[in-house]
């Protein structure tokens, strides 16, 4: 995926907080988000909307242990935008797209991008972990308040039985789009932390949402976690770069083509005489000529044959 050069790495830090009793795992991602906006022609409303998605599922999917893993989530609500749909690998490599990529919404009151109104004040959350498991693990839970950040902290009390403050912010330049910073940050008390512990982090939580502020301003993220909670002593346990990267090949899409079976890729050739599939991630095109088709057939009925 290209992105514009001056664009800075981004960063994905996992660690603890209050002497290892609260988990931490935060986000930069500018760059992340900036290519998804490029490749999907976003707005501003739905840059800030998918842009807060794809960092959340970044913070979850590097939790995933194995490259064969993966991790969908969706948001499925009533707003303006349609749903919104991400996908995480391991190592906080991400993917997604939103079902009307083009629609702008006028400012709220306070002057912010009225993310709930693209998203969707009712509806769900579904969040599926693929484990390589024989069934995937699927969680649900009602959206919120249509701003994502609050969703998830609700998603994941609800359905996981996880106390967490999560903060997700993008900010987008008014006259171009472009996407000036972006971050992330969840915190997730583990079983044995003290309550004086997460009723301090629970003062702090107004602080926390400073974060994309302070990178805006050219802080790296490191150091904007210090400045906003240096009190809880944060330790930095594991470092990796997300990207926002689509998985999708020509080798891929050939196998969904035969999987259709002879009688719709006979269809194709039929009626159409060729194909041109695009991908919903990245909106690559693949086209398939006439002959491409015809051999993709011939692979099907002999699939079909041997079944």
């Known amino acids: 995926m290209e992105t514009d050069s001056n664009i800075k790495e981004d960063r994905l830090i996992r660690g603890l907080l209050c002497e290892g009793s ?22 501003h409303v739905c840059t800030a909307a998918l842009g807060r998605l794809l960092m959340q599922t970044a913070m979850m999917s590097v939790q995933l242990k194995n490259k064969s893993d993966n991790l969908t989530v969706i948001l499925d609500g009533d707003g303006k935008a349609g749903r919104f749909v991400a996908v995480g690998h391991e190592g906080g490599i991400v993917k997604g797209y939103v079902d009307c990529p083009a629609v702008e919404l006028p400012l709220k009151e306070n002057g912010k991008l009225d993310v709930s109104g693209a998203v969707g004040k009712n509806g769900e959350i579904r969040v599926i972990r693929d484990l390589s498991l ?51 940050i969840m915190l997730q008390p583990l079983p044995f932390c003290p ?34 909670i240096g009190e809880l002593h944060p330790e930095f346990t594991e470092r990796t770069v997300p ?46 000529e006439e002959e491409e088709l015809r051999s993709l057939l011939e692979e099907a009925q002999r699939r079909e044959e041997d079944d």
């Open 195 to 228: 309550e004086r512990d997460i009723a301090y982090l629970e003062m702090k939580a107004q602080d926390i949402t400073n974060l994309t502020r302070l990178i805006d301003e050219g802080e790296d993220l490191e150091g904007a976690i210090i400045e906003l």
């Open 134 to 184: 024989k069934e995937p693990y699927v969680g649900r839970c009602a959206i919120a308040d249509g701003e994502i950040a609050n969703d998830f902290a609700n998603y994941f009390v609800i359905s996981e039985q996880q106390p967490s403050l999560v903060y997700l912010g993008v900010r987008v330049d008014p006259a171009t789009g472009e996407v000036r910073a972006a971050s992330g």
């Open 22 to 43: 609260i988990n931490m795992t935060a986000v930069s991602g500018r760059a992340l988000v900036e290519s998804a906006r490029q490749a999907h022609g976003l707005s």
């Open 243 to 288: 990207e926002f990267r689509c998985d999708c090949s020509r080798e891929k899409i050939e196998s969904a083509l035969i999987s259709l079976g002879k009688s719709e890729l006979s269809d194709m050739i039929e009626k159409d005489r060729g194909a041109e599939l695009k991908c919903r991630f990245c909106n690559r095109t693949y086209k398939f």
